[in-house]
């Protein structure tokens, strides 16, 4: 059965930094990349970055590239979503989810966990 749990969120203040963690399980990790998303009230789901297990390649959203930094940790099949300068904006349910290597989409999907910048 896979499993993706993320954990980490919270309520912060604009300028701060917060971690992210996924756990993963029930997947072979070195044939998919793990995707970060987030989802803010009101708007449609985006793609904030993603890593690919067996290379360490990551791909990011432009507009996060310079704030945000994926991460993996073999040993823990956990993957990490560094977060700085934290801007009000970026509140939002952020998700972990995996992919096969070849494939287009993400199959599998975390529950959430919610991240709140006041200003």
């Known amino acids: 059965q896979v499993q993706l749990v993320e954990s980490g969120g919270g309520l912060v203040q604009a300028g701060d930094s917060l971690r992210l963690s996924c756990a993963a399980s029930?997947?072979?990790?070195?044939?998919?990349?793990l995707g970060w998303f987030r989802q803010a009230p009101g708007k449609e789901r985006e793609f904030v970055q993603a890593?690919?297990?067996?290379?360490?390649?990551?791909f990011y959203a432009a507009s996060m590239k310079d704030r945000f930094t994926a991460s993996r940790d073999n040993a823990k099949n956990t993957v990490y979503l560094q977060m700085n300068s934290l801007k009000p904006e970026d509140t939002a349910v952020y998700y972990c989810?995996?992919?096969?290597?070849?494939?287009?989409?993400?199959?599998?999907w975390g529950q959430g966990t919610q991240v709140t910048v006041s200003s």
């Open positions: 989810a995996a992919r096969r290597v070849l494939d287009k989409e993400f199959r599998y």
């Open positions: 029930g997947l072979t990790l070195n044939t998919y990349v």
């Open positions: 890593i690919s297990w067996s290379s360490g390649s990551t």
